[in-house]
C-alpha cells in the first residue's frame, strides 16, 4: 500500500491558485448575467416591440460584433487565436448592445442606473478580491 503525501493538500491548493477558473470569476459572471438580464428585463414589458425586432436586433449586433472582433484580432493582435477569442467576446458583447438597442425612452434611466450600479459592484467586488488574494 503506497504512503499518503504529507504535502498532497499544499500542491492542490498551489494548482487551484493558478487555474482560470475560479469560484470568484463565476460569480462575476453571474452578477454579470444578473445585470444584463435585468436590464433586458424592460423589454418584456414595451408592447412596441416584437419577436422581429428583437431577432434583428440581435442578429445586427453580432454580426457587428463578429466583424468587430475579426477586425481586430487580425490587424491588432495578429494571431488566429486571439482572433477567435475577439470574436467569441465581440459576439456576446454584440448580442447584449443589440438587445439593449431597443430600451425605450421611458425604461431609459432605469436601465442606465442598473448598469452604472451593476459595473461599479463589480469593480469593487474585483478589487476587493484582488486585494485580500493570499
Same mark, same amino acid.
Request: net charge neutral.
Given at each position: 500500500?503506497?504512503?499518503?503525501?504529507?504535502?498532497?493538500?499544499?500542491?492542490?491548493?498551489?494548482?487551484?491558485?493558478?487555474?482560470?477558473?475560479t469560484i470568484t470569476l463565476l460569480f462575476y459572471l453571474v452578477t454579470m448575467g *444578473?445585470? $444584463?438580464?435585468?436590464? #433586458?428585463?424592460?423589454?418584456?414589458?414595451?408592447?412596441?416591440? /416584437? %419577436?422581429?425586432?428583437?431577432?434583428?436586433?440581435?442578429?445586427?449586433?453580432?454580426?457587428?460584433?463578429?466583424?468587430?472582433?475579426?477586425?481586430?484580432?487580425?490587424?491588432?493582435?495578429?494571431?488566429?487565436?486571439?482572433?477567435?477569442?475577439?470574436?467569441?467576446?465581440?459576439?456576446?458583447? *454584440?448580442? $447584449?448592445?443589440?438587445? #439593449?438597442?431597443?430600451?425605450?425612452?421611458?425604461?431609459?434611466? /432605469? %436601465?442606465?442606473?442598473?448598469?452604472?450600479?451593476?459595473c461599479w459592484l463589480l469593480a469593487v467586488l474585483m478589487l476587493a478580491s484582488a486585494?485580500?488574494?493570499?
Amino acid at each position: 500500500m503506497a504512503e499518503a503525501d504529507p504535502f498532497e493538500f499544499e500542491k492542490r491548493s498551489e494548482q487551484s491558485a493558478h487555474s482560470l477558473l475560479t469560484i470568484t470569476l463565476l460569480f462575476y459572471l453571474v452578477t454579470m448575467g *444578473g445585470i $444584463v438580464s435585468a436590464c #433586458l428585463a424592460t423589454l418584456g414589458g414595451n408592447e412596441n416591440v /416584437t %419577436v422581429l425586432a428583437v431577432a434583428a436586433a440581435l442578429g445586427v449586433g453580432a454580426t457587428i460584433g463578429i466583424k468587430l472582433g475579426i477586425f481586430v484580432g487580425l490587424f491588432y493582435f495578429r494571431r488566429v487565436r486571439d482572433c477567435g477569442v475577439g470574436v467569441v467576446v465581440r459576439a456576446g458583447v *454584440g448580442l $447584449v448592445a443589440g438587445g #439593449l438597442s431597443l430600451v425605450s425612452s421611458e425604461d431609459y434611466w /432605469t %436601465v442606465a442606473s442598473l448598469s452604472f450600479g451593476g459595473c461599479w459592484l463589480l469593480a469593487v467586488l474585483m478589487l476587493a478580491s484582488a486585494r485580500f488574494r493570499k
